[in-house]
């Protein structure tokens, strides 16, 4: 079965349009080092990003740690990532996000960072202002793989969420597309959906980009 028509793309930002692991990985590190924690190779982090930065901590910490201590590190990994949100625009986004504009197709970021950091790193990256706007973690909403932001800003849109397509590199964006009922797209080039085999998968942005212009419309 081919999907009907995409009128919005909502693309997650950690993995789908920036390798931001590297920055990441330095940020976290460097909290756990003046802390006496173990640190990590930038490898374990492409497991420990799609739950948001406080979850990315939480994983790299020991498990000793107590909440307190947890929120202290964080508020010292958000002071860094603020200090250099970018990332590094993967190979092929910039066409594939143009081509997504040429077609008419709304786009959308969709990150469990927190919004303000997300609006960061995309304002740094894409300054051409290719999206109509940057979803992520607001006040007390639950983040994905719960769809609420999403639907939020779909709310009074006449867009359908049969119409959207989410396009993402975790098990956390799969399963946000299965609970919201959007349709979805596998970023292989990204951190790895560990072995999910959904319907439509792409190793590159230029296959995404030969799929829309065959099924997107």
């Keep these: 079965m081919k999907p009907a028509g995409v009128k919005l793309i909502a693309f997650d930002l950690d ?11 330095r940020i976290v590190n460097e909290v756990l080092r003046i802390r006496g ?13 799609g739950w948001g930065l406080r979850r ?9 740690l107590s909440h307190e201590e947890i929120s202290e590190m964080f508020s010292a990994v958000i002071t860094g990532y603020g200090r250099n949100p970018a990332g590094k625009i993967y190979p092929g986004i910039s066409d594939l996000l143009k ?10 970021v969709y990150s469990n960072k927190m919004e303000s950091l997300a609006r960061d ?16 973690l607001r006040n007390n909403a639950p983040p994905k793989p719960n769809p609420h932001a999403l639907n ?32 979805f797209a596998g970023a292989l080039w990204g951190y790895g959906l560990d072995g999910i ?13 030969k799929w829309l212009t065959t099924h997107g419309r």
């Design 152 to 183: 939020r800003y779909l709310k009074d849109k006449n867009i359908p969420n049969s119409a959207v397509l989410l396009v993402g590199d975790s098990p956390v964006d799969f399963e946000t597309a299965i609970n919201g009922g959007f349709l």
């Design 37 to 49: 924690c173990k640190e990590h190779p930038p490898r374990d982090y492409e497991k420990f990003l």
């Design 15 to 25: 993995g789908t349009l920036l390798d931001t692991v590297p920055s990441i990985a």
């Design 56 to 64: 990315t901590l939480e994983l790299a910490a020991p498990s000793r």
């Design 99 to 108: 081509l997504v504009g040429t077609m008419g197709i709304t786009a959308v």
């Design 197 to 209: 085999a959904s319907k439509w998968n792409f190793s590159t942005p230029l296959e995404l980009m």
């Design 121 to 136: 790193s995309i304002d740094s990256c894409f300054p051409e202002k290719m999206f109509d706007e940057v979803i992520g």
